[in-house]
């Protein structure tokens, strides 16, 4: 089992929809990443959040440290938001402290 | 602005030869780290950086080797001994320590190496 599982692994939503990406993982954590990675290949940083909720634009973050699950949403989404997104842990625990470890993604396909 | 460089975007090689992918950057971070995605698997580490002069193997090390010379740089190595060299290679970084990962990570644009 991986660490850091997201789900679902693929998405297709019609523009103005919300849309949920989810994310649970099972070892201990310093914080919740959530990244964006576009077609090209580049990946930028959304959020990094280590309780509670955090928002920018139409983008919310949330994180349950006591459930270990977080939730990516989008609201009234549009077809620029295609893309894969990323769920990411930074370890507290071992040699790598500090490291990260990366969900599979979700693509996420947003049709006009 | 600040940021980090990867360089070439794509690249082929023939089966058996090293090939060096280069990573640079201009944030004064002191960590830095190469990861590695293939289809349908999420991002793998394959070494780290807390500072110059000093590397760590990741969970995929074999096959690659790198150096850290600058602070700046970061190059990584395939080697001919990877027996799956094909794949998309993302460098990154951070201010490095035990919290500098608080300040969050930045990530390059990666190389895609081909290997025929």
């Known amino acids: 089992k991986n660490e850091v599982e997201q789900s679902p692994q693929n998405l297709t939503a019609q523009e103005g929809e919300f849309i949920t990406i989810n994310c649970s993982y099972s070892v201990g954590i310093s914080a919740l990443h959530w990244l964006q990675q576009h077609p090209g290949g580049g990946i930028v940083s959304l959020f990094m959040l280590s309780s509670g909720k955090k928002k920018h634009g139409r983008l919310i973050a949330t994180i349950n440290i006591q459930e270990k699950h977080s939730s990516l949403h989008i609201t009234a989404s549009h077809p620029r938001d295609s893309a894969v997104y990323i769920c990411a842990a930074t370890r507290n625990y071992g040699g790598s402290q500090g490291n990260l470890i990366f969900g599979k993604g979700t693509k996420l396909s947003v049709k006009p | 602005d600040g940021g980090i460089t990867q360089s070439p975007k794509y690249l082929f090689r023939k089966e058996g030869q090293n090939v060096t992918l280069s990573c640079e950057q201009n944030?004064?971070?002191?960590?830095m780290y190469w990861y590695r995605q293939d289809p349908g698997q999420g991002l793998r580490l394959i070494y780290y950086s807390q500072i110059v002069n000093d590397f760590q193997k990741g969970d995929i090390a074999e096959g690659y080797s790198v150096s850290r010379e600058k602070k700046e740089s970061f190059p990584l190595t395939v080697t001919s001994a990877q027996k799956n060299p094909t794949a998309f290679y993302l460098c990154a970084s951070s201010r490095g320590g035990k919290t500098g990962w608080y300040y969050g990570y930045t990530f390059g644009s990666g190389t895609r190496l081909t290997v025929v």
């Open positions: 944030l004064n971070h002191d960590a």
